[in-house]
């Protein structure tokens, strides 16, 4: 059974960098052709794909948030990174990390999410 954990601070202060980390268990990162993704939802909207990492480390990126945003990985640890730049209090939501299963499963893994608050 494939694990999703998301890690990282609550509160960011505005123009900081919003740093989380996804922990998966059960499954490597590197396995193809699996694709790792973060995504967010602001209160009282909905998803917002952010940018995701496959299998073979090339990372792609939400137009919208390409200038504030990278993702990284560290196999070793089975792990991979956002970290989004310059967040105003816009930047609010809860947090997600994802496993693209392919077009049959869709997003098949979640993490729970870490709500992360962008505040002074």
């Known amino acids: 059974q494939v694990q999703l954990q998301e890690s990282g601070p609550g509160l960011v202060k505005p123009s900081q960098t919003l740093s989380l980390t996804c922990t998966v268990s059960g499954g490597s990162i590197s396995t193809s052709y699996y694709r790792w993704n973060w995504i967010r939802q602001p209160p009282g909207k909905g998803l917002e794909w952010m940018g995701v990492?496959?299998?073979?480390?090339?990372?792609y990126y939400s137009p919208s948030l390409k200038s504030r945003t990278s993702i990284s990985r560290d196999t070793s640890k089975n792990q991979f990174s956002l970290q989004l730049s310059s967040v105003t209090p816009e930047d609010t939501a809860v947090y997600y990390c994802?496993?693209?299963?392919?077009?049959?499963?869709?997003?098949?893994?979640w993490g729970q999410g870490n709500l992360v608050t962008v505040s002074s």
């Open positions: 990492i496959h299998y073979d480390g090339n990372t």
């Open positions: 994802a496993r693209w299963g392919g077009a049959w499963f869709g997003y098949d893994y």
